[in-house]
């Protein structure tokens, strides 16, 4: 059967929610993302934050913003750390991450830079 919503689940937050599984239909996964984020609070039921912390970290994911979805999963971890779902993500995440740290090199000292034989410089 139905249960009755806590009390503690306001109409804004609703809104919200409504609002960002609409944009995340509608592939707007930054602007979904950021309604997850924006109806999530302390004051909430877990099984509600999970859902939200989830959906956030799943649509910046979706929006290729890996380094803003790890917040949100790992709160989702948190709550329900036998969520496969989210440890598929994060770790999808973590790996994103490692891909794009470039490798600088560092720029040659002055005395280490051999004069070009066709140019002579």
């Known amino acids: 059967g139905l249960k009755a919503l806590d009390k503690k689940l306001t109409e804004p937050t609703l809104i919200k929610m409504v609002k960002g599984f609409k944009l ?21 039921p877990n099984g509600i934050r999970t859902v939200l ?30 969520d496969k779902d989210v440890q598929k993500i994060l770790a999808h995440c973590r790996k994103e991450l490692k891909k794009k740290i470039p490798v600088v090199k560092p720029a040659p000292k002055v005395d280490e830079i051999k004069e070009s034989p066709k140019t002579g410089l």
């Open 24 to 44: 995340k239909k509608a592939k707007r996964f930054d602007a979904a993302a950021t309604e997850f984020n924006r109806a999530t609070n302390d004051k909430l």
């Open 53 to 82: 912390n989830k959906e956030a970290g799943i649509c910046f994911a979706a929006a290729r913003r890996y380094k803003d979805a790890l917040v949100p999963l790992q709160r989702a971890a948190i709550l329900v750390p036998k």
